[in-house]
């Protein structure tokens, strides 16, 4: 086995990865194998297929062509290719809003009994921030004018986005003053694929302009609406204890894994599960109970709302499978890999899709319909049920050493109680621990796993020498899921790595050092976040003055371009890894890098090794401190061993 | 001694040997600092079509070597374990064996001082590696064998 197939300790069974090579079943990894060396155009992004004169290539080294047939450079070409996907990428999230907007509005409209509103409060709020009367309405009306009213926000043509409003009015200035905010969701996304059609837009900067605009549209649109919305139907988080990592899966019940992203069909097996017809039928099959478990960011949707436990993250989706003690798995839409079917093969495990936006190869797929939810649910619990005695006794082998506590459920809305008491919630202790240097700033860590890198290595190392050096860390999606495996969201071993400072703070108010905020669509819960710190007021008065930072250290889908966009664009440093395929053009780059700097305060940088990574975000939290003339860190640290280790490292290569 | 062979029909002339020659050949053997190396690595190896056919092709390392004969330095030199190497100190850069070479595999330097061709990649080698645009081939069009496998 080569050196990509590393996990880091606490991210994943080695042995269910050797037990599956072993077997001669395939994995990301071996596929990865299949696949190298992967193609140096591809990875440069200096090749292009948006027309049928080429394919193109731009040659890097000089020799060869510097232009495609059309004519153009290795900049446009680079642009072009990343802004669409910023559009893939922002259209995923957004479709996501606009399923949970529509699910609420035939809930509220009596469609869909299966669903109510959940979080009333939450509703009011929303109602009352985007124009609509709350007073005299009954709830169900109240929802349907906002499920209405947001719906709309897809299709809108002029104006501006509705919640482009949270954001500070100097950003909000800014973003008017560039043209940058977004029309309408999916105006902007449409967009991006005219200008990129051959012979449209061939200006690079011109390009990524246009690309930041619809990452804002899914920042402050569509995942926005995602989380807003799925709050309200499904009710805000609150901190919950769970537990992660593959040892959740319990070798005498019927474990049903629940794969994807959109709440809407989780939140109803979570239900369906818990039905005690369908618990006695579970018992008479031989089964102790039914056990759910989610991967991936369904798995945050149901953590963070009823505490159950998760799986694993991207990279142990097919892990899973080769336990073989997964007599269903549940999936919808996004980062669900074509080989699951195949690989269900060769295990009793049932594959079931259920979105008929997204089908699998040897999978069985059952409709999913608000409006027959739950008798959907239940039919397919069942079907896992009746699978249990099918389950092959000798094929089992649940690694059942690596499970992990983990405090999940945090949202804008509850750290201000956590922060300031049950009666006044406020985020002042906080600001004033970053004021005061206990807390050197905040990083959000999110993204993905990649199979070119060790499985949660990046997030893991991260994160450590960041809470090591009093940066509070809040994570999303599959970044989270890793975290939490490592056992960085568990208050009390977790606050052990953390700096002096930051290890008081969170003591006093009883927080991890590592806050679990949600799913991939839940970054607009760190935007939302870093809006009420900006409100709270003593750091600044627009988004790119707060020590903050962005990383997402082990990315592979196109939503987290579209993420690290709208987070560049909101004002955020984001450190990359691996880098965008761009660096074959060095105008872009520069654009990206510094360009986007001068333009909306905050830029992108490209770092595979996480404790360089991790420095740069301390650099940057030092300029940003520096700059509000903040009082110097108050318990600065000497440099880590790790960091030391690296310094020895480039010595020796000099 | 192995040596490489052209299997013409697998070639879709992606030019992935290329550019993992060019990476070999560089100081950093890394793609993405590779680019930015001056002078550039260069590529010893270059896909080419002729009538519709496409296929790499880089040094045949002939057994009567023309290149070595005409070198008036002695920087070419036919090895014993079969490849002709190049010492690229001894090159004075006069282009005779680019002009004799009749493959035209031989390519004269960014800055035209030397020349450089395709060494088979000596350090890769000597770890019993295949050769970079071996590896680096996608779909098998380039395989590095004995000469007894040769197939027809």
Known sequence: MKNTLTTHPEAGPRETLE??????????????????????????????????MGPCRIDPFGDGPKT?????????????????????????????????????????????TDYTIKDEEKLKNIAGEIGIEVKGKDIRQLAEEVAEKLLAEFGRQDGELLFTKRAPEKRQKLWREEGLIPRGIDREIVEIMHRTLMGVDNDAENLIRQGVRASLGDGWGGSMIATE?????????????????????????VNIVVHGHEPTLSEIIVAAARDPELLKLAEEKGARGINLAGICCTANEILMRHGIPIAGNFLQQELAITTGAVELMLVDVQCIMPSLGSLCQCFHTKLVSTSPKARFPFAEHIEFKEEEALSIGRRIVRMAIENFPNRKKEKVSIPSKYISGVVAGFTPENVYQFLGGKYRGTYRPLNDAIISGRIRGAAGLVGCNNAQMGHDAS????????????????????SAIGLAKAGLMQPESALKQAGRGLREVCEAVGLPPVLHLGSCVDCSRILVTLCNILKEGGLGDDLSDLPVAGAAPEWMSEKAVAIGFYFVASGVQTIISPSFPVEGADGTLELITRGLEKIVGAGFEFEDDPIKGAHLIIKHLDKKRAALKLAPMMYDLAPSALTLKNKDVEKKKR | MKMLQIDIARCLGCHSCELACAVEHSRSKLLSEAINESPPPGYRVSVIGVDGAVGPLQCRHCDDAACVMVCPSGALVKSEEGPVFLNHALCVGCQLCVIACPFGVIYSDREGKAVIKCDLCRERLEREEDPACVTACPTKALRFIEPENVKE
């Open chain 1, 19 to 52: 037990n599956a090579f072993s077997c001669g079943l395939e994995t990301a990894w071996s596929r990865l194998e299949e696949q190298e060396p992967q193609c140096g155009f591809g990875t440069l992004g200096l090749c292009c297929r948006i027309c049928r």
């Open chain 1, 459 to 478: 997030h893991v190392q991260m994160a450590r020498e960041l809470i090591r050096h009093d940066v509070l860390v809040v994570a999303t999606g599959c």
């Open chain 1, 68 to 112: 495609g047939v059309c004519g153009a450079t290795a900049d446009i070409i680079t642009a072009r290719n990343l802004i669409r996907m910023i559009a893939a990428g922002s259209a995923a999230h957004s479709d996501h809003g606009r399923d949970i907007a529509h699910s609420l509005l035939i809930a509220a409209r009596g469609e869909a």
């Open chain 1, 229 to 253: 919305l799925s709050d309200v139907l499904f009710k805000l988080p609150q901190p919950i204890r769970a537990q992660v990592n593959l040892g959740v899966l319990r070798e005498d019940e």
